[in-house]
Every structure is written in C-alpha cells, then in structure tokens.
C-alpha cells in the first residue's frame, strides 16, 4: 500500500511541473550601429536597461539584455514573449536574414516595444516603419510640455493622471501608421518649435501621438516616445508606462484601449 501510495505521489508531480509555468522572458535589445560611426548614441541606454530589469524583478518577467544582432534566429528568439527596443537606434540588424526571424518572431503572435529612439532603428525598412507605428522625423528642443491621457482603458496608462507636464524631446515622425491607437498625446501647436513651417502633416490632427499600441500581423505592439534623460528612468509616471506597455506586449494583461 505504501508503494502505491508513492507512486501515486510521483505521479502527480509529474503532471503538475507542466503546470508551474516559468516566468515570461523579454529580450531588451539597444543596437546603434551606423557604417560611418556618426549615430547619436543615447547616454540613457544603460538606466532604462537597468529599470526594465528592475520591472521584471518586481512583476515577474525575467530580462535579458543584447546589443548583438546575432540573436535574431529562430532559435535565439525562441524563449522570449517580447522584444523591447530601448534606446536603439539607426541599424537594428545586420543581414536581412535577422531581419526576417524578426518578422517571424512576431508574426507568430509574439510581443514589441519601443521605447524613445526605437522609431529611429532601420529607417530605410518600410515594413518596420509600419509595425512599430511610424519613422523618426525630428524633434524640437527639449522642454516642459504637457501630456494628456487619450485614453485610459490600457494598462500603461489605467494608472496616470489625465495630464501631466515633463520635460523631454517630444518626437515627431513620417510614415506614421494610421491604424495605431493613441495613448498618450501633446497639442502640438503649443510646441516651441524652429521647424513648425516644416513639419509634415499627419492624420491625427493637432493631438499628436506620443505613445500608442496596435495590434500588427499577429503581434501586440507598444511604444513610447518618453525616456531622453537618464532620470527619466526613475520617475513612477515613465515606469508606469513602460511596465504597462510591456505586460500588454507579453499577454499578461489584456485591457485595451475602447478602439
């Protein structure tokens, strides 16, 4: 009897450790990589890196950290839920086969985020430029502005206040994807702006998006265009949104913004 009772014990551990999921994995990815040398490197890469992990910590996911476009196959991409691009800028990839694992990985139903200069990786890629909601344009001088809350029905933004002011580069971009959904946006004719005679025309208006999400060829995608300075990285307001945005992104949360 005491044989089966043992059996029956190992038995139903066996079939429980499947149950016991691992916590989510995302890669957090920072490549800035220009032929000439001549990209603008942010000097924040390393404080956002530091807080995205220190999110994981704190809300169960597990982060890794490459600047190495070799990770991108298949196999290298296969553990993780999302992709976060913080701070990366101009080429993202090396060849077009990392490219493709890329479009694999979130066709496949996986996660993207893009934290402040991501909208400047691969600016000659027209499909990146749709997937991630836009290509990096220009931005005016650093300054206080005030944010307004589009919509809180999502969990990047569920918890903030209908407006707030930072001070931060506010980015304006060109071939913005008019599918995406506006989370956070700025009246843009309030801007001190040199280049207002030149800023191209898009359609949202004058509230111009500064963080959204949109679902893409399967893949739930996010980005914020907060985070220049380093601190910005220790203020709740922009770690808030991150963390939203990346739970959204790796399935744990499914509240969406009314479409």
């Known amino acids: ?68 476009p070799a990770v991108f196959t298949a196999e290298g991409l296969g553990r993780y839920a999302a992709i976060v691009f913080s701070n990366s800028n101009n080429e993202a990839f090396a060849t077009d086969q990392q490219r493709e694992a890329f479009q694999q990985f979130l066709r496949s139903g996986k996660g993207f985020v893009g934290i402040h200069s991501a909208t400047g990786s691969e600016r000659r890629w027209p499909w990146y430029w749709a997937m991630i909601g836009g290509s990096f344009d220009y931005h005016p001088p650093m300054q206080a502005y005030t944010i307004r809350v589009a919509s809180n029905h999502h969990p990047a933004t569920a918890a903030l206040p209908a407006q707030f002011v930072m001070e931060d580069e506010c980015y304006f971009h060109k071939e913005m994807n008019p599918a995406i959904i506006p989370l956070l946006v700025v009246d843009q004719t309030r801007l001190r702006d040199d280049k207002r005679a030149e800023r191209r025309s898009n359609s949202f208006g004058t509230a111009l998006p500064v963080a959204w999400y949109h679902h893409f060829e399967g893949a739930h995608v996010f980005y914020t265009g907060l985070g220049h300075k380093k601190d910005h990285y220790r203020d709740p307001r922009v770690l808030q949104v991150m963390l939203g945005g990346i739970q959204w992104a790796i399935g744990n949360l499914t509240q969406e913004a009314s479409q």
């Open 1 to 68: 009897m005491a044989f089966v009772r043992f059996i029956t014990l190992v038995f139903f551990a066996a079939i429980s450790v499947p149950l016991l999921a691992a916590d989510p994995a995302i890669l957090v990815y920072t490549r800035n990589f220009t032929p000439d040398g001549k990209g603008y490197v942010h000097d924040n890469i390393a404080d956002s890196v530091a807080a995205i992990r220190k999110l994981g910590e704190e809300n169960g996911f597990t982060v890794d950290h490459s600047d190495d």
